[in-house]
């Protein structure tokens, strides 16, 4: 069976207002459904606990990040999770929670312990939803962003492959807003594309550009395959699995 790790940014699933997008939700869910259902097994690192918190909660008092983050992440992902849970239950699909810190990558006993975790749900047809646990990650030791965990545990798990959805199709060779930049539809590990990748983070996560092509030619350089594309696309994870050549998307070779 196929096993491939799916990440999912924070502007694919919450509004403009940052409240949760659950119809974008929900057809991702149908999406991934349809792969399990067809021997791809599936482990998913979602972001969108902050922002589900943020959007939630209406705040108007000043909070430090620290506090602010903590008690964003524990609404929101309460609120993240029960969404997932109801959603894949409708395809008669169990899932399961796992919140991990940096640390536990660096520890032979936590690494083993956690993939250990993951592989008796996937071995008893449940599929693992992973976030950092922000409610107690110190920031000196936080992930760089969830594109960075997503790798981790794409090692950790080996995945055969990682597919990244962020709100654009994937790396252009200029400014994506630019009618004139286009998309670049394979990179190697070893080429150099520093030039096209702006460094600003995206405006609901933590990530942008940099981290993932970072660690998309990491992956590479070690034979895991990598795809960034637009997880607003209709049908886009399906597409990149049944039909790649005629989705727009970057790919990441060795």
Known sequence: MTRITIKIGSNVLTREDGSLDVTRMSALVDQIAFLRKNNIEVI???????ASGRSELHLHKTMSDVSERQLYSAVGQAKLINRYYELFRDHKIAVGQVLTMKENFNRSDHFQTQQNCMMVMLENNVIPIVNENDTVSVTELMFTDNDELAGLVTEMMNSEMLIILSNIDGIFNGDPS?????????????????????????????????????????????????????????????????????????????
């Open 178 to 254: 630019d009618g004139n930049a286009q998309l670049i539809p394979v990179v190697k590990s070893t080429d150099d594309i520093s030039n096209f990748i702006q460094k600003k983070k995206s405006s609901a996560g933590r990530g942008g550009m940099h981290t993932k092509t970072t660690i998309a030619q990491q992956l590479a350089s070690k034979g895991i395959k990598v795809m960034i594309a637009n997880g607003k696309r209709e049908n886009i994870l399906v597409d990149l699995i049944q039909n790649a050549a005629n989705t727009p998307h970057t790919e990441f070779v060795v």
């Open 44 to 50: 998913l690192v979602s972001s969108g606990a902050v």
